[in-house]
T-cell receptor
Framework: AQSVSQHNHHVILSEAASLELGCNYS??????LFWYVQYPGQHLQLLLK??????LVKGIKGFEAEFIKSKFSFNLRKPSVQWSDTAEYFC???????????FGGGTRLMVKP | DTAVSQTPKYLVTQMGNDKSIKCEQN?????MYWYKQDSKKFLKIMFS???????INETVPNRFSPKSPDKAHLNLHINSLELGDSAVYFC??????????FGPGTRLTVL
């Protein structure tokens, strides 16, 4: 079975600081990887996704993520965060044989103005 | 037009009651899902239907019964509600497991 770990449960940053949120998954085969954001009281929105090709993927709102197959990681980055990035961030994985998205436990990001 | 819609958005009810949450997607996707997000924000799959057929049924109490009248709808009926059922329930749809859309969520509060 696939699983996803997000080691940072809570992250507090000041505006303009750089962000990196860790995501590791466990599955030996081909995977599709996703990052979702959930703003307070809202539903999940897709930030970016990786299926194949260039392991560095760029998403919306200035976010990017790098797939490192050897480390089973898909960390999310943003060079300079804004107060409006305050939200919960979820990493998710789906393997080609499976029928569902498996989510990590989420990382709550708070950006101080 | 909303891709995945859920009703109601908020649901407050007493323990022991029976309630339903409805979900509709207008994307033409073949697969629909119910996820539960608990108070710690953890998201867990509950059910998945593909073309009206149940394909995933995780360890969910049998008080929860999904129903898919057609591939655009996946409703969730919950019998004998318990305090622990309080959560946000998200419906989602997918096409070929590479495109995923989530509904706005239904916040269920059991008193």
């Amino acid at each position: 079975a696939q699983s996803v770990s997000q080691h940072n449960h809570h992250v507090i940053l000041s505006e303009a600081a750089s962000l990196e949120l860790g995501c590791n998954y466990s599955y030996g085969g081909t995977v599709n990887l996703f990052w979702y954001v959930q703003y307070p009281g809202q539903h999940l929105q897709l930030l970016l996704k990786y299926f194949s090709g260039d392991p560095l993927v760029k998403g919306i709102k200035g976010f990017e993520a790098e797939f490192i197959k050897s480390k089973f990681s898909f960390n999310l980055r943003k060079p300079s965060v804004q107060w409006s990035d305050t939200a919960e961030y979820f990493c998710a994985v789906n393997n080609n044989a499976g029928n569902m998205l498996t989510f990590g436990g989420g990382t709550r990001l708070m950006v101080k103005p | 037009d909303t891709a995945v819609s859920q009703t109601p958005k908020y649901l407050v009810t007493q323990m022991g009651n029976d309630k339903s949450i409805k979900c509709e997607q207008n994307l033409g996707h073949d697969t629909m899902y119910w996820y539960k997000q608990d108070s710690k924000k953890f998201l867990k799959i509950m059910f998945s239907y593909n073309n009206k057929e149940l394909i995933i049924n995780e360890t969910v109490p049998n008080r929860f019964s999904p129903k898919s009248p057609d591939k655009a709808h996946l409703n969730l009926h919950i019998n004998s509600l318990e305090l622990g059922d309080s959560a946000v329930y998200f419906c989602a749809s997918s096409q070929d497991r590479v495109v995923w859309f989530f509904g706005p969520g239904t916040r269920l509060t059991v008193l």
